[in-house]
């Protein structure tokens, strides 16, 4: 897992016009947590072992208190906080099963595990 400031983000395919976004990147998972937040101590558990099965996925993470302006602009209101954006963008709120995000990304990866 990477961790990533809002220029960094937005230099891998995010596109942000009138307020909202779009994607054109490579199939992505992006946490967004705080380091007090203890659910998002799991859940940054679950995408590391994630991203050990998916080579084609790029994992990231956006600390929310140090990046305020991306976590606006995500609209991020619960932490943790996982989209998955790629062909489509899949957002899960609250501690998150291995299984569902799995589930998204074996729907839009060319990998398949």
Do not use: H, R
Not at 34 to 40: G, I, K, L, M, V
Not at 48 to 70: A, G, I, P, Q, R
């Amino acid at each position: 897992m990477k961790k990533v400031t809002t220029s960094e983000l937005m230099n891998k395919g995010f596109v942000v016009n009138n307020g909202k976004w779009t994607y054109n990147g490579k199939l992505c998972v992006i946490d967004f947590y705080t380091e007090w937040c203890q659910p998002c101590k799991p859940q940054l558990m679950i995408l590391t072992d994630l991203s050990k099965d998916y080579d084609d996925v790029e994992f990231l993470k956006v600390n929310v208190e140090e990046e305020y302006e991306l976590a606006e602009l995500f609209n991020i209101k619960n932490l943790p906080t996982v989209y998955v954006c790629g062909k489509d963008t899949k957002v899960f709120t609250g501690l998150t099963q291995k299984s569902k995000i799995q589930e998204v990304l074996k729907s839009q990866s060319t990998i398949k595990v």
